[in-house]
């Protein structure tokens, strides 16, 4: 066990017990981590710390549900994208369904974002429509299955792939204008 598995396991050990000054530690150890998760599924930084806070309240409050499977940090995780998903079915008025030209190409496998940052890439995700972005980050980030996401969603699975397609076109389209500027230092 390394150190730092060692002083979750603490921390995590404490939290059972409702020790506030454990349970502190814990969030300060993991809060950066877990925001970089709700930070893909909000809209902007406020959204995802809103995110944050109600994940790590559902999670103190179902410490108990957690057996030890898998990693403590994987679980939280897990929880942070559910809350996340959770709150997009509070919000969701509807399911885009709007029209795009049937053109396979919109549907590539990636494309070349030489260039850009990190942050700048986040924020093109964050702009994309609520549930092409939803869809997007489970499929594309988190490794869900369209089915998964479907039921998650309350959506279809064709709907779950059609809107990924239609995220992954708006991503590459805004992708190439923001790139279209800039030029590669090593080409």
Same mark, same amino acid.
């Given at each position: 066990?390394?150190?730092?598995? @060692? %002083?979750?396991?603490?921390? !995590? ?26 930070? %893909? ?5 406020? $959204? ?16 108990? @549900? ?8 994987? !679980?939280? &995780? *897990? ?7 959770? &709150?997009? &079915? @509070?919000? @969701? ?11 396979? /190409? ?7 974002? *030489?260039?850009?940052?990190?942050? /700048? ?24 299955? *369209? ?25 590459? $389209? ?7 500027? &800039? *030029?590669?230092?090593?080409?």
């Amino acid at each position: 066990m390394t150190t730092i598995d @060692k %002083r979750l396991s603490e921390m !995590w050990a404490g939290c059972l017990k409702n020790d506030r000054k454990q349970q502190e530690l814990l969030y300060r150890t993991l809060a950066p981590k877990m925001l970089a998760v709700c930070m %893909r599924y909000a809209h902007d930084k406020d $959204e995802a710390q809103d995110i944050l806070q109600e994940g790590f309240i559902k999670m103190f409050n179902n410490a108990h @549900k957690y057996r030890g499977e898998g990693s403590l940090e994987g !679980w939280i &995780r *897990h929880i942070m994208v559910n809350t996340a998903i959770s &709150r997009y &079915r @509070k919000l @969701k008025p509807m399911v885009l369904v709007d029209e795009l030209p049937e053109q396979n /190409d919109y549907c590539g496998n990636g494309y070349n974002a *030489h260039g850009l940052e990190v942050n /700048d890439l986040l924020k093109i995700i964050q702009k994309l429509p609520q549930t092409y972005q939803s869809v997007f980050n489970m499929y594309a980030i988190e490794g869900y299955s *369209h089915q998964e996401i479907g039921n998650s969603l309350g959506i279809s699975e064709l709907l779950s792939r059609t809107n990924l397609c239609r995220a992954r076109a708006i991503l590459k $389209e805004n992708v190439t204008r923001l790139t279209s500027g &800039r *030029h590669c230092v090593a080409c």
